[in-house]
């Protein structure tokens, strides 16, 4: 089936534009992340939703970043203002529940790069 | 959660079983230990995980010692498609969630010929 798909694949962007980045998980799951992993780094967390609400937002760097999921599916990760340490690759994951054993999957990620 | 040490890159015989070794000393006794990998310019993919017993699928086999404080990544005839970075994540419970995974380095395993 369908995995995890993140659009655009690739974002250019000038500093202090705003920019929104989607993910489409997979059918059913209901709990969706968000990561950001820079050059050479592993992904760092920034938030998790169970269904519509934001479970933990505790990794979002500041109120620049924000992001939703209206429907319990779709989510869209914003960022105002961007700025040039926003680069990096924005990966979304999904698994069907919140659970020890549960698997999340993740998308191909976002390249964003703020000029 | 846990945090995990594991040695930052090791290279592999194409054919060869490689075993990435994993340290999580602080694992506490809900915490489960996953593996992932990344290969270049790609998302992370799922290969295996387990609590305390060991465990076997498709891709890898997964050891863990009885005292839980380190475990082994088993891939047992690695090919140069497993040139990947492999990650070693104790996921635990927080609050009333399971949530999230903390990523740290990782291994680069180089798959050569």
């Known amino acids: 089936g369908a995995g995890v798909s993140q659009t655009p694949s690739n974002k250019v962007t000038e500093k202090g534009k705003y920019v929104e980045l989607r993910c489409d998980p997979i059918?059913?799951?209901?709990?969706l992340y968000w990561y950001r992993q820079s050059l050479g780094q592993g992904p760092e967390f920034l938030i998790y939703?169970?269904?519509?609400?934001?479970?933990?937002d505790s990794g979002l760097p500041n109120d620049r970043f924000f992001a939703v999921r209206p429907e319990g599916s779709v989510s869209t990760l914003k960022i105002q203002r961007t700025e040039r340490g926003d680069s990096a690759v924005y990966l979304c994951?999904?698994?069907?529940?919140?659970?020890?054993?549960?698997?999340?999957?993740f998308g191909p990620g976002t390249r964003l790069t703020v000029l | 959660d846990a945090k995990t040490t594991q040695p930052p890159s090791m290279d592999c015989a194409e054919g060869r079983a490689a075993n990435l070794p994993c340290n999580h000393s602080t694992i506490s006794g809900n915490e489960y230990v996953y593996w992932y990998r990344q290969i270049h310019s790609q998302g992370p993919q799922y290969i295996i995980h387990g609590l305390k017993n060991n465990e076997t699928n498709e891709m890898a086999s997964l050891i863990i010692t009885e005292d839980r404080k380190s475990s082994t990544l088993i891939l047992p005839h690695a090919t140069l498609r497993d040139t990947a970075v492999y990650y070693c994540i104790v996921r635990g419970r927080q609050s009333d969630s399971w949530g999230k995974f903390q990523f740290g380095a990782g291994t680069q395993v180089v798959v050569t010929p």
């Open positions: 939703f169970q269904g519509t609400g934001a479970a933990d």
């Open positions: 059918s059913g799951h209901t709990a």
């Open positions: 994951a999904s698994s069907p529940r919140t659970g020890g054993r549960d698997t999340q999957y």
